[in-house]
């Protein structure tokens, strides 16, 4: 009001906001010491970064429960001893992409804490378990991008035999279990064979002390009512999708066998997995001996009607002397 005074234009809005905020920061200097405004303003800033890292874990959780899980085919190969069933997984090994395991529950059933067998009872138990097993089996490779199956060849009375009547049924119902509705879902198949033919090979290769290491031949391991107790409990637990192989089948047309497998439990078939070199596999080398004819081998090899029926004369008369 003074008419000496200079005059100015008048404020705009945003103009009067901005002197009222300097106006009230300044009187907020006068009466808040420097040090609490300071320390504010850090407060508000890692606050601030907090809320931002808040948000952004958000949007990425809701972005991962909106993309599919990638599902992959999870496989196990139920069997007895001497079934050709080192050859078979052989073959499934020669599939590009695959996490195999090779008889798994024999290392807590030899070897382990809970050890079933007494082959092995002079050795220092190596620490594994039946769950610490099933826990490596389990884990979810489907988040591999480098694997695209998972395959599992195991002898049933490894998992039979460990708490009787419990355990197995408890595994195939939970762990392994096989609903096609789930990413952990199993696919249970079984190779089977004429059991004179297991019997005969398994008490040879048993008291073979050169070749395998045994010197004894235990009827526990011949394995086949074990197989059947793993069918009977699939059955009752309503997996509808097993899958049963005869080895005599198998040996007579290796590529029509491997293929409609392949084709039920939705692996990648080609005939060349039917072929391999020869050679040692990392994971047969525990039980050498037993696998030898794989190893030396170069892949399926068609017998004809001669060669079968001198093996079953060769197989008569090892039967007959033993």
Request: proline share 5%.
């Amino acid at each position: 009001k003074n008419q000496n005074s200079k005059k100015f234009p008048p404020f705009t809005k945003n103009q009067a906001s901005s002197v009222a905020t300097e106006m009230y920061l300044q009187t907020l200097m006068d009466f808040i010491p420097i040090h609490v405004v300071l320390a504010s303003i850090i407060v508000l800033f890692i606050s601030y970064v907090s809320i931002r890292k808040y948000l952004k874990s958000m949007s990425t959780s809701l972005d991962k429960k909106s993309t599919p899980k990638r599902q992959i085919p999870k496989v196990i190969l139920w069997t007895a001893p001497r079934c050709v069933s080192t050859a078979f997984e052989r073959a499934i090994i020669e599939i590009p992409n695959g996490k195999i395991f090779h008889e798994p529950f024999s290392i807590p059933y030899y070897f382990g804490e809970q050890r079933v067998s007494t082959r092995y009872a002079n050795e220092d138990s190596n620490g594994s378990t039946y769950e610490s097993t099933a826990t490596e089996l389990t884990k979810p490779y489907e988040d591999d991008e480098n694997i695209d199956f998972v395959f599992s060849k195991d002898m049933a009375y490894y998992i039979t035999q460990y708490k009787p009547h419990y355990y197995y049924s408890y595994l195939l119902s939970t762990i392994l279990r096989s609903n096609s509705s789930s990413n952990s879902s199993f696919h249970h198949t079984f190779l089977i064979r004429r059991p004179d033919k297991v019997v005969a090979s398994l008490y040879k290769a048993s008291i073979d002390t050169e070749l395998t290491g045994w010197d004894s031949f235990d009827p526990k391991e011949i394995g086949f009512d074990d197989l059947y107790l793993i069918y009977q409990r699939c059955l009752q637990l309503g997996y509808d999708n097993l899958v049963i192989i005869d080895a005599d089948d198998l040996l007579k047309d290796p590529k029509k066998i491997l293929k409609l497998y392949c084709d039920n439990v939705g692996l990648k078939y080609s005939d060349s997995i039917t072929t391999w070199k020869p050679g040692q596999v990392e994971a047969f080398k525990l039980w050498d001996g037993w696998h030898d004819a794989v190893i030396n081998s170069s892949g399926f090899k068609l017998r004809t009607k001669e060669e079968v029926e001198r093996k079953e004369k060769k197989l008569k008369l090892y039967q007959d002397n033993v």
